[in-house]
Nanobody, 127 residues
Framework: QEQLVESGGGLVQAGDSLRLSCTTS????????LGWFRQAPGKARDVVVV???????YYGSSVNGRFAISRDIAKNTVYLQMNSLKPEDTAVYFC?????????????????????WGQGTQVTVSL
């Protein structure tokens, strides 16, 4: 079974930047639709960003313009660059991968679209 591992979370101040990393253990990241989701205590897991194998990308409205997903194929690593962090960004961030295909990018923006999940990495943003 595929194993995803996230890293890079931590405690930062509002306005700071942070970069999360995610690696896969079996298939290379280029073979997957990829996503970052986050879950705050008491809330449902929600989309941060998703990206198809072809590069089509969708950002959740709360992070659009501040966060960016990227892939380094040579390193088999997908990143989430997080800028201008706000306290409301505090959550456990999960990397996700899927072999499913949807014709509309919006259909990737849900938990059910993804097959494999990392363990999560905590991001805490203080005032």
């Amino acid at each position: 079974q595929e194993q995803l591992v996230e890293s890079g979370g931590g405690l930062v101040q509002a306005g700071d930047s942070l970069r999360l990393s995610c690696t896969t253990s079996r298939r290379n990241i280029r073979n997957y639709g990829l996503g970052w989701f986050r879950q705050a205590p008491g809330k449902a897991r929600d989309v941060v960003v998703v990206q198809t194998t072809g590069g089509t990308t969708y950002y959740g409205s709360s992070v659009n313009g501040r966060f960016a997903i990227s892939r380094d194929i040579a390193k088999n690593t997908v990143y989430l660059q997080m800028n201008s962090l706000k306290p409301e960004d505090t959550a456990v961030y999960f990397c996700a991968a899927t072999l499913k295909y949807y014709s509309e990018i919006i259909d990737y923006a849900r938990v059910g679209a993804f097959d494999y999940w990392g363990q999560g990495t905590q991001v805490t943003v203080s005032l």
